[in-house]
């Protein structure tokens, strides 16, 4: 094996999926490549770069920026409410633990009080906040759209549209995203598009700045179901997973999108890669098609791996890394999940795996982890539990069910629950209870995108609209 090379799995590579499979979704189809299978009855992941510097002269025809803010609004944006900032996937920490405090312990039957509402279009793209801004992308005919908001009206600050015909390989229904959120990294916006494609923009305007096509530049592993991967921040550059061979992790310098390394070799899907700490080494750790691996963001060296196999190369959910150097990593379709112990000396990591458990399948929602137990909405093709697991050992402590597959985002000692049928429900967890404090519908089927708290300000959003709750007390 080469170095830095990733094991492949046979089944993990993707391919287009004919009419006839697309009509019958109860069938199998070999595509014409060994290994090749198409899987209809999956559903789609939620939820990016020799630089391609967009000057201003030289703007492809078909994209186009507009900035609707008053020179007022554009030089200084007053927050909405007083918090910390969710300016990427996850949070600040990419574990989706918001730092808010003051929330209410129940709401209304109809639901926490509405601040504003407003139309958006197709996509299931998360919502970033910073200094009273939101960003988020959404479909507008065959354009991709990413836009700022004033995070305490919801108007429009700008818009930067441009041409990206996509047709999901799955089934229409699901539609042609943009499935990855649009993230704050310094004084730009940056996102990816269902089809690979990096756009990097001024915040403040939505000027174009530079971008890079995953799949034509660097010939990434082509996800047909919709590239959802979110790109990680480390240092000066902005970390990008495109699969493919040499290339599969590559770090863009944040300012001009310049290549400051690339390397790896590894079948990419929907899983965005999570930065750790190990024994005083950074590493990225991150989900691939059939392994789960960690290497270094200074360089792109690969530090380890290990088997995790998951069928169609559709991993999803984002790794949890927990105190005790304890990593969670879990997919659907059979596979499950797994704790792996991490411990470095002198460069060198050793792997040690305390459980597994084929039956905790995590599919399209996020995991929380909080003193030594992780929370998560288990379940993809059958009955869905919300569950508690022990980390150390794998041990279910109770199991709920009452809800389709959901987003979890955990504050003050609760945790927001928004399903994917709409549902959003607060609840109170401990090792020993689930307790569903209040719970409301508020959104449309298929709701995928996980929620936004600043403060006491929740943002959600579905493919049609997008709205803001205060939680407060």
Not at 243 to 258: E, H, L, P, V
Not at 287 to 301: I, R
Not at 348 to 374: C, E, F, M, P, R
Not at 445 to 462: F, M
Request: net charge positive; with cysteine.
């Amino acid at each position: 094996m080469k170095k830095h090379q990733i094991p492949k799995s046979d089944t993990a590579k993707t391919c287009f999926a004919n009419s006839h499979a697309l009509a019958n979704p109860e069938h199998f189809m070999d595509c014409g490549v060994k290994g090749i299978m198409f899987l209809p009855r999956i559903v789609l992941a939620l939820s990016l770069l020799a630089p391609a510097i967009y000057a201003e002269a030289a703007h492809k025809p078909e994209a186009s920026y507009r900035s609707v803010a008053s020179k007022k609004d554009s030089a200084r944006a007053i927050p909405a409410a007083a918090g910390e900032d969710w300016p990427m996937w996850g949070g600040k920490n990419r574990d989706f633990l918001a730092n808010s405090s003051g929330l209410a312990d129940a709401w209304p039957a109809s639901g926490p009080r509405k601040i504003w509402s407003r139309p958006l279009g197709d996509g299931y793209s998360a919502i970033a906040e910073e200094g009273g801004v939101l960003y988020t992308a959404f479909r507008r005919g065959s354009k991709d759209v990413i836009t700022a908001l004033d995070a305490a009206t919801g108007k429009t600050r700008w818009e930067y549209e441009y041409e990206n015909p996509f047709t999901n390989a799955f089934v229409e229904k699901v539609g042609p995203g943009p499935y990855a959120m649009p993230e704050v990294v310094g004084d730009r916006v940056v996102t990816a598009s269902g089809t690979g494609k990096i756009h990097s923009l001024d915040k403040k305007t939505g000027r174009p700045v530079w971008s890079h096509d995953l799949y034509s530049e660097f010939n990434g592993t082509p996800l047909q179901y919709g590239y959802s991967c979110h790109g990680l921040p480390y240092k000066d550059t902005v970390i990008y997973l495109a699969g493919g061979r040499g290339s599969g992790a590559i770090a863009f310098r944040q300012k001009d999108g310049a290549v400051v390394w690339k390397g790896l070799e590894f079948t990419n899907t929907h899983s965005s890669p999570l930065l750790i700490n190990v024994d005083g080494q950074a590493q990225v750790v991150t989900l691939a098609a059939n392994t789960v691996f960690g290497f270094n963001p200074d360089n792109g060296a690969l530090l380890w791996t290990h088997e995790h196999k998951t069928p169609y190369g559709l991993a999803v959910s984002t790794p949890v890394w927990a105190p005790g150097n304890l990593l969670f990593v879990a997919s659907a379709y059979g596979e499950g999940a797994r704790v792996l112990q991490l411990n470095q000396s002198a460069g060198k990591t050793s792997v040690k795996q305390l459980w597994y458990d084929n039956h905790l399948q995590l599919h399209i929602g996020t995991a929380i982890q909080h003193d030594g137990y992780v929370y998560f909405s288990r379940g993809y093709d059958g009955p869905v539990f919300m569950n508690a697991v022990e980390l150390k050992t794998g041990k279910i402590t109770w199991q709920e069910r009452g809800f389709a597959k959901a987003q979890l985002l955990y504050a003050d000692g609760k945790i927001i629950l928004a399903d994917q049928d709409g549902m959003l429900a607060l609840c109170r967890v401990s090792p020993q209870k689930f307790e569903v404090l209040s719970k409301a519908s508020v959104l449309e089927s298929i709701a995928w995108t996980p929620p936004t708290l600043v403060g006491t300000r929740l943002y959600v959003r579905d493919r049609k609209t997008i709205e803001a709750f205060d939680l407060a007390r």
